[in-house]
């Protein structure tokens, strides 16, 4: 077990939000000022970051971040990267922009996409492992613009003359994140990722996925550094929690489950979403996989799909778990996403020693309005 502090990120829900899975009831569309809403909680509750999903269902990661940046201060933003959208060229300006405009607070989550339907939609037609040798010539390209050199390059799928980034990124190097936990994603995240990124599987299956990328790493020559992409669930008590947990199903039906299991398995050629669905296996009588690990929300949520659920101490010694197989950051969530980032600031924070992003606190009136005890830190030092 280790007391250093994880870095604690935030996700900002682009394809829309709500207080119950897989119903209309008290759904929260992805407008932009709403975005903003959980960006500037995020940014003030001390948040290191937050997560920007990509995908047909999803508002744009790259301009969504681009406009939530200037309302934030402190919150860095990790927008996925589709490598078969654009060239490497493009993406490494557009990299750069963001990096500029948000002075340094800018990342990149380079995924490949798992839906071949969707992904036809792109006009993105290679099959699975033939978009990771995609993405390993699109990274070798984009990491060698974004270190300042000018790039020749002819591979298979990708050719370069020339390139050249002339307005630098702010962060040098700035660090590439990575999902996918295939063979060939392995491999790509072992040439070319910094962070490497998983959802949230029990521990000892966690261990094994972290060993296959530390290994393709070291092959290389290289190191690793472990993201965990998990939703929290966190109560003052044991008992709320898992209330809260029972509570954001009560209105999704068998049927709804079935819909999404059925689609997950015959659209997706993802093997992280495999290991996902193979959790809780469409059965919603079986969703603690692993002490207080709840994989509720994969019934009808792609992707990332458990919860750690509990009281403060409960979830933290968890998350300390995840530190100890190598974890540094934890990208988290919780529907909906304004309410549950204050719950997991305010009771989770402390337990796992994060500061908050307050700035300072008040003075002796304190307590005279029914908030707080009266004993702040100033009256104390008085
Ligand atoms: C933390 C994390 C975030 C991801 N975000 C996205 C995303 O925003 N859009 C997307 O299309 N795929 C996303 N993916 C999935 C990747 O596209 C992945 O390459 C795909 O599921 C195929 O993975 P596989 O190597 O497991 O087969 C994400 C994966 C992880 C682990």
Not at 16 to 40: H, N, P, T, V, W
Not at 134 to 161: N, P, Q, S
Not at 218 to 230: D, M, P, Q, S, V
Request: glycine share 10%; aromatic share 8%.
């Amino acid at each position: 077990m280790t007391d250093r502090p994880l870095d604690m990120f935030w996700f900002i829900p682009v394809s829309g939000d709500g207080s119950y899975l897989g119903s209309d009831k008290g759904i929260r569309y992805a407008e932009f000022d709403y975005m903003k809403e959980i960006a500037q909680a995020a940014d003030r509750l001390g948040f290191a970051g937050a997560l920007l999903p990509v995908g047909s269902h999803c508002e744009d990661p790259w301009i969504t971040a681009a406009a939530l940046a200037p309302h934030t201060k402190r919150l860095r933003f990790l927008a996925a990267l589709r490598p078969g959208l654009a060239t490497p060229t493009h993406w490494a300006r557009q990299t750069a922009a963001l990096d500029r405009i948000s002075e340094g607070r800018f990342l990149v989550n380079v995924v490949s996409g798992g839906d071949p339907v969707e992904l036809a939609g792109d006009g993105i037609f290679l099959s699975h492992d033939a978009r990771y040798a995609h993405a390993a010539e699109f990274l070798t390209v984009f990491r060698r613009l974004l270190a300042g050199e000018t790039v020749d390059f002819v591979g298979e799928h990708i050719r370069v003359e020339g390139a050249r980034l002339l307005f630098p990124t702010v962060q040098s190097p700035l660090p590439i994140w990575f999902g996918g936990s295939s063979d060939a994603g392995l491999e790509v995240a072992g040439e070319h990722a910094d962070v490497y990124l998983t959802w949230g599987e029990p521990p000892a299956q966690l261990a094994e996925k972290i060993a296959a990328a530390r290994k393709r790493a070291a092959l290389r020559g290289r190191t690793l550094k472990f993201g965990l992409r998990i939703h929290i669930i966190v109560r003052e008590t044991e008992r709320e929690a898992w209330d809260a947990a029972d509570r954001l199903i009560t209105h999704l039906s068998d049927d709804a489950i079935a819909a999404a299991q059925r689609k997950f398995a015959l659209e997706s050629d993802s093997i992280g979403q495999k290991r996902m669905s193979a959790l809780h296996g469409g059965r919603r009588d079986r969703l603690e996989i692993a002490p207080n690990l709840w994989a509720g929300v994969g019934l009808v949520r792609r992707g990332a799909g458990t919860a750690l659920v509990g009281d403060p101490e409960t979830v933290a010694a968890r998350l300390r778990e995840y530190q100890a197989l190598g974890i540094d950051t934890v990208i988290a969530s919780g529907y909906p996403h304004l309410e549950e980032a204050y719950k997991v600031a305010e009771l989770l924070f402390p337990a796992l020693g994060i500061e908050s992003g307050r700035k300072w606190s008040h003075g002796t009136a304190v307590g005279e309005y029914g908030v707080g005890s009266g004993a702040s830190p100033r009256a104390a030092a008085e």
